[in-house]
Nanobody
Framework: VQLQASGGGLVQAGGSLRLSCAAS????????MAWFRQTPGKEREFVGV????????YYADSVKGRFTISKDNANNTGYLQMNSLKPEDTAVYHC???????????????????????WGQGTQVTVSS
């Protein structure tokens, strides 16, 4: 699986952006797609995750209520809709995929970067105050 993230840019505080993550090679039932973000000198931070079969999602507290993850199964593309953006949301955003997850598994268990196998190259999001 190869992942291509896009959609980043410069936006004012309070604005919105939608990131996309296109997967080549196919994503199937049993896969998870997650979003992480990273700023210089800091560890990669979990943003949220979606189960590829069904609509289950799980978000970090810092983005809950502002960010929404969705997907287009037919086009193997995931999305991160970011609303009410804050300067502290400025980061490089990465999408990641993991396979082999049981449908009964708890998504909160998959908030660590090490649990993901495939990563996109990242897209820069800058929020100005």
């Amino acid at each position: 699986v190869q992942l291509q993230a896009s959609g980043g840019g410069l936006v004012q505080a309070g604005g919105s952006l939608r990131l996309s993550c296109a997967a080549s090679g196919g994503i199937f039932s049993g896969y998870l797609m997650a979003w992480f973000r990273q700023t210089p000198g800091k560890e990669r931070e979990f943003v949220g995750v979606i189960r590829w079969s069904g609509e289950n999602t799980y978000y970090a507290d810092s983005v809950k209520g502002r960010f929404t993850i969705s997907k287009d199964n037919a086009n193997n593309t995931g999305y991160l809709q970011m609303n009410s953006l804050k300067p502290e949301d400025t980061a490089v955003y990465h999408c990641a995929v993991r396979w082999g997850v049981a449908t009964t598994s708890v998504l909160s268990m998959y908030s660590q970067p090490g649990r993901y196998t495939y990563w996109g190259q990242g897209t820069q999001v800058t929020v100005s105050s």
